[in-house]
């Protein structure tokens, strides 16, 4: 579904991404980890191709991405969720999903509200409730929802579960294993290990703009100097 192979990016003459590979399959789930700084918020931004890649390569459902126009990217079927969530503060949750709305691809499931408010029901409760008036963790389920009515076949989260409450936590994790049963691939960035348990199928650890350890839980706790070195544990 996707692949990103030997990525390098540059922020003026600091190399972030040192030659970074990581691939997601098919309803897939990766949590990539790592600690401040590590690389994760730019290795989704360059996915996206929101950022130049000075080398490497973005594959996307067998097709090269990599130079492309973002646009041309979400169109193609890669949605992103910066983690700033990006919602209109003085719209309406229903008035924020409409601006998400974008031809329906062949084969994806499409999503439109009442699908999404069965997601998260949180918002339902809140359909006519200004952006402004949500708390962060309403905020971020309404940014992913946005991403959703383009109906992406892959969705880009970055830090989904940072700085919301632990209940409205757990509703998240609760949605993208539901997300990831629709037949979703999920890329998301995380600095907490029990999310990323509770979601993931696979974690991808990175410092210093590399992948320094790929593959499943059970094989991360057999090696637990990983997460010593790497991780904010
Ligand atoms: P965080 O959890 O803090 O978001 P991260 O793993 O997502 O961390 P990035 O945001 O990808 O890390 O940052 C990787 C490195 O790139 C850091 O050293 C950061 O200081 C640097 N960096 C990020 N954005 C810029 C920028 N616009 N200009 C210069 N350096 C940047």
Not at 59 to 72: A, H, K, L, N, V
Request: charged share 25%; glycine share 10%; with cysteine.
């Amino acid at each position: 579904m996707l692949e990103l192979e030997g990525l390098e990016v540059f922020y003026g003459k600091a190399q972030i991404l040192q030659g970074l590979s990581l691939s997601v399959g098919p309803g897939e789930v990766v949590a990539l980890l790592g600690r401040n700084g590590a690389g994760k918020t730019t290795t989704l931004k360059a996915t996206m191709q929101m950022l130049p890649v000075a080398g490497g390569q973005v594959r996307f459902r067998g097709e090269d991405i990599t130079g492309s126009d973002p646009y041309r990217v979400a169109r193609a079927g890669l949605g992103y969720v910066p983690e700033d969530r990006r919602i209109f503060t003085q719209l309406t949750v229903r008035e924020n999903l409409e601006t998400g709305r974008q031809a329906a691809r062949e084969g994806v499931p499409r999503w439109d509200e009442a699908a999404l408010f069965e997601l998260f029901p949180n918002l339902a409760e809140r359909a006519e409730a200004r952006g402004k008036a949500l708390s962060g963790g309403e905020q971020q389920m309404l940014s992913i929802a946005r991403t959703l009515m383009g109906n992406p076949a892959c969705l880009l989260l970055d830090e989904p579960s940072e700085g919301i409450a632990p209940v409205i936590v757990t509703e998240m994790a609760r949605a993208i294993l539901r997300l990831k049963r629709e037949g979703l691939s999920v890329l998301l960035s995380e600095q907490a290990l029990p999310f990323a348990r509770a979601v993931a199928d696979r974690v991808a650890v990175i410092d210093h703009g590399r992948v320094v350890f790929e593959g499943d839980f059970s094989a991360l706790d057999a090696a637990p100097e990983i997460a010593k070195r790497h991780l904010a544990v």
